[in-house]
DNA sequence: TTATTAAAGGAAAATATTTTTCCTTTAGCA
DNA sequence: TGCTAAAGGAAAAATATTTTCCTTTAATAA
């Protein structure tokens, strides 16, 4: 099934609007995996000339509510968006911050105070990507 | 040792003032363990009536660039700031939004793509406390 | 001690970021 | 095709953070 038919889906399933400019959203996080507010927001311009960046922030609000893309927290960097899929852990490049999805650990062994209930574990991983090498 | 003066031979070796504001902030983070700057500003009033915010802000990042404290970016709460010490991990409440410190993970087994160099890595763990059981 | 001076503090302004308001447009549905 | 609630756009408001500019003070040395 084509990415921008779920996609509607999704949203129909949280009784939101397909507009063209929340699929755009969808869109250009897909295609950059990994997206903060500015690029989501200059990105979109290119498209939507006279987008308001109200829209962009209210529109990931929104999107985020309904639980299809998540925040991912950079160290020292700006926080990015992706959307929801299997788990997996990140990778970001301190050199050029690009942010990389790498598998989630097999196991986490990490021995928590009793009567602490884990529910997930994010892991981010610092250091330097092929291209900056 | 004690603390306040270990913190005051760390600013010396970075040419950093020991002002009784800068002291005070880094009381605070140690008693606390995780602080915001809200809750830094407003604990430092106590004792500063008229310390201003900006003051608060300044040197969190005086700080940060001498590398005494650090960032920690929570998921979806306000970034807390802490003393550096040891490598250690985070468990974040999700009910009270509490950060405990907790033993890093003898090993992580991810495996990264070739090519990728990891430096050190964060995790965060998200449950529910002792506490809030 | 006291004098010197660069760093730090405070207040206010400036800038940046995010949310809200209010009105117009439109997606989804009958 | 028309209706209506949701979503978009522009501007204002609210929040967060940084900068400016002047005053105060910690640190050093005479």
Redesign the interface.
């Known amino acids: 099934m084509e990415k921008s038919v779920q996609y509607a889906d999704m949203l129909k399933q949280k009784d939101l609007k397909s507009t063209p400019q929340r699929m755009a959203m969808l869109g250009i996080m897909e295609a950059k995996g990994h997206a903060d507010i500015d690029e989501i927001y200059q990105e979109i311009k290119k498209d939507f000339v006279s987008i308001s960046l109200a829209t962009v922030y209210k529109n990931i609000n929104t999107l985020l509510d309904a639980g299809i893309i998540e925040?991912i927290?950079?160290?020292?960097k700006k926080s990015k968006f992706e959307i929801v899929k299997h788990k997996h852990?990140h990778?970001v490049c301190?050199k050029c911050g690009e942010v990389?999805d790498?598998?989630?650990?097999?196991?986490?062994?990490?021995?928590?105070?009793?009567?602490?209930?884990?529910?997930?574990?994010?892991?981010?991983?610092?250091?330097?990507?092929?291209k900056c090498?």
Chains 1, 2 share one sequence.
């Open positions: 925040e927290k950079v160290p020292q852990s990778f301190e990389y790498v598998q989630k650990p097999k196991k986490l062994d990490i021995e928590l105070p009793e009567g602490f209930e884990p529910r997930e574990a994010s892991v981010m991983i610092v250091g330097v990507c092929k090498r």
